[in-house]
């Protein structure tokens, strides 16, 4: 931490990853700004998070990395002089891959103080369990190594969208029946959530079925139940905003359900074998997950009694 008086000193976080993984280490970031008050501090990301992180005004600057291939030595020169010259004395690496971690024989001589898993980093993170914690606790525990005791819950307080664009009517559920394209084994499935969309209806929560413009035509068939599609018109700051005012979520493990559990929406997440909720579960005050070896064998009352119980609360 730099002491009152002194120059400012230039900080790195590295953080890819997919949406949930970015809403995760959002307590980190609200840490490593904390410990670096006075301090100018760059996210080092991907372009899909660069507005995103922008808005939290946690850090002075956003990059974004082209992450080169193998066969790209005119842009792995490039993001060699970009590091090197950006003069860095301190580098959190909350990605921890083999790529992040190889950026760290990427800068000059001397080498930044290094919060990672780098070979011959000065804060190197070496609890040899560390691949089977939680996001949240592996992050902490990292970042205690580093002098960083506190840690705070995901947060997204600056995420604001403006609903008087959307023709609500409370109260209302969300719904997020996608995912990842190549991981079907992911997602649970239409016909399920049309039937539940079904329940909530008939009990007076007002389906509202999110996700992407290419996930146009699962909206249309859940929300035709009486239901409000709005896959591929919400923003990331209006699913923030949907969350906050809405009864419960129910969704597959993708990020959206990330964002409704980091604003405090009871949430409801399903898992199956194909990921493994003790390691990348949504974290909130609220959240309840649901697994099962494969999600095409659960049913609709396993999902919709802990749903509908939110009207007796």
Known sequence: MTDLGEAPRRILVIRHGALGDFVLSTGPFRAIRSHHLA???????????????????????????????????????ALHRRLRDGQFQRVYDLQTSGR?????????????EWSGIAPGASHRHTNPRRTSMHTLERQ?????????????PSNLDWMTGDLAKFPLRRPYAL??????????????????????????????????V???????????????????????QTTLEDIAAL???????????????????????????????????????????????IQIPKLGNLS?????????????Q
Not at 100 to 112: D, H, M, N
Not at 140 to 152: F, K
Not at 300 to 312: G, S, T
Request: hydrophobic residues 40%; aromatic residues 6%; glycine residues 10%.
């Open 39 to 77: 301090d100018t501090i760059t996210l080092l990301t991907t372009a899909p998070f660069k507005e995103l992180a922008k808005n939290s005004r946690l850090f002075n600057d956003v990059w974004i990395d082209s992450r080169p291939g193998v066969f790209a030595p005119r842009k792995w020169i």
């Open 175 to 208: 719904l997020v029946p996608g995912g990842s394209a190549h991981r079907p084994e992911k997602r649970w499935s239409a016909a399920h959530f049309t039937e539940l969309a079904g329940r909530l209806d008939a009990a007076g929560l007002r389906p509202v």
């Open 300 to 312: 609709v009352d396993e999902v919709a009694r802990p749903a509908l119980e939110v009207l007796d």
């Open 210 to 232: 999110l996700g992407t413009a290419s996930e146009n035509a699962l909206g249309r068939q859940i929300a035709d139940v009486g239901g409000l599609n709005l896959t591929g």
């Open 243 to 289: 969350a906050r005012g809405a009864t419960i979520a129910v969704g597959n493990d993708t990020g959206p359900m990330h964002m409704a559990a980091a604003v405090g929406c009871r949430s409801i997440v399903l898992f199956s074998d194909a990921s493994d909720p003790a390691l990348c579960a949504p974290r909130g005050g609220h959240v309840l997950v």
């Open 100 to 112: 992040s971690s190889f950026y760290f024989r990427l800068f000059g001589t001397p080498k930044p």
């Open 140 to 152: 902490r525990e990292q970042l205690e190594v580093s002098g960083i005791s506190h840690v705070p």
